[in-house]
Structure formats: structure tokens, C-alpha cells
């Protein structure tokens, strides 16, 4: 969670540096650190998320509360960061379907589960190899991850 914290944070300033750029050098260099950092960052909230579902599976049901609250904040981030990432698809977002799939798993309502299945029909069409792939197909499977 530190790790995650501080990567939001160099995200964030990635982000402020990008947009005070005043001149086509500084805007080519904030550019690419802005993009390196926001892949890190995402492959931290990924990561979060996905270590998130498993704790949460191997604890009992009365003690998956608090991180039941940390992975629907966690889903909503990832929905935020796919919506930040469009522009830069298909090369610049390829990370995306991947943190769409473990956002998938956590404990979330309907409407967000349908915004996640929209945001993975968008962006599996940048990717040959997930044209066919449904998101609702592989709930089964994880079975194990389901809040009851």
C-alpha cells in the first residue's frame, strides 16, 4: 500500500509537470516520464487489487470487510485510470484490459460491473488476440473470489 501511495503521488506530479510544459522540449520530456509513471502506477493499483481478491479469499467471510472497501476503491480507480488511458490506445493503454480483468473480481455493484464489461469491449478491439474474449465469461472460474 505504501509502494502504491507513493507511485499515486509521482503520478500525480508526472501529471502537474506535463500540463505546466511551456515549450515543446519540456512538453516531449514531461511527456514520456508522464507516461512511464503512469505505467507503473498502474501496474501497482493492478497489483494491489489482485493481491486484494486473494487475502480476501483466503480469509473467513466476517473478516473480509475492510478489504472488501479497499478493492471497490480499488475498481473504481482502475475505471478512472481506463477512462485517462483512451487516448493512448491502442500502445499506450495496453495495461488497461488487463487491470479491467482483476477490477472485475472485486466485490462491486451492477452498474460498475457494466461500466467495467463497456470499458473491456472498447478496449479489446485495440487487441487481436482479445477480439473474442467476453469478461463475463471467466467469473466462473473465480469462483473462489466472490464475497458471500
Known amino acids: 500500500m505504501l509502494t502504491l501511495e507513493r507511485l499515486r503521488v509521482v503520478y500525480a506530479q508526472s501529471q502537474q509537470e506535463f ?4 515549450d515543446q522540449d519540456t512538453a516531449s520530456t514531461a511527456r514520456q ?3 512511464f509513471n503512469q505505467r507503473m502506477y498502474y501496474v501497482a493499483v493492478f497489483t494491489t487489487c489482485y493481491l486484494n481478491c486473494i487475502i480476501r479469499a483466503m480469509l473467513p467471510v466476517e473478516q473480509r470487510s475492510q478489504l472488501r472497501t479497499e478493492a471497490v476503491g480499488f475498481a473504481k480507480e482502475i475505471i478512472s485510470l481506463a477512462y485517462q488511458a483512451m487516448p493512448l490506445r491502442p500502445l499506450g493503454s495496453a ?3 488487463m ?5 472485475w473480481f472485486t466485490p462491486i455493484d451492477d452498474a ?3 461500466e467495467i464489461s ?3 469491449d472498447d478496449y479489446r478491439t485495440d487487441f487481436p488476440a482479445t477480439k473474442q474474449l467476453r469478461i ?3 467469473v466462473e472460474v ?3 473470489l466472490v464475497d458471500e
Open 33 to 35: 516520464v508522464l507516461f
Open 95 to 97: 495495461f488497461v484490459p
Open 142 to 144: 473465480c469462483g473462489f
Open 99 to 103: 487491470c479491467l480483468i482483476v477490477a
Open 19 to 22: 500540463s505546466d510544459a511551456k
Open 136 to 138: 463475463t465469461d471467466s
Open 118 to 120: 463497456r470499458l473491456w
Open 112 to 114: 460498475t460491473r457494466e
